[in-house]
């Protein structure tokens, strides 16, 4: 998948929150997210987290 930082990333399930949408951080073997709801957070295995997207938004810019 081609991720970027700065891509918004909107997942199947809602975090407790209840927002979906993630702003990409950090990318590599792992990435870091952060909600765009609550502000929370976190880092996990690129594998996981790439079954779970729903959708990428990206700026126009890019």
């Not at 590599?28 to 996990?44: S, T």
């Amino acid at each position: 998948m081609d991720i970027r930082v700065g891509d918004v990333l909107c997942m199947k399930k809602p975090h407790p929150c209840g927002s979906t949408r993630w702003q990409v951080l950090r990318i590599g073997a792992d990435f870091k997210l952060r909600c765009q709801g609550c502000g929370h957070e976190v880092m996990g295995a690129r594998s996981k987290f790439e079954k779970s997207i729903k959708k990428i938004e990206r700026t126009a810019d890019e």
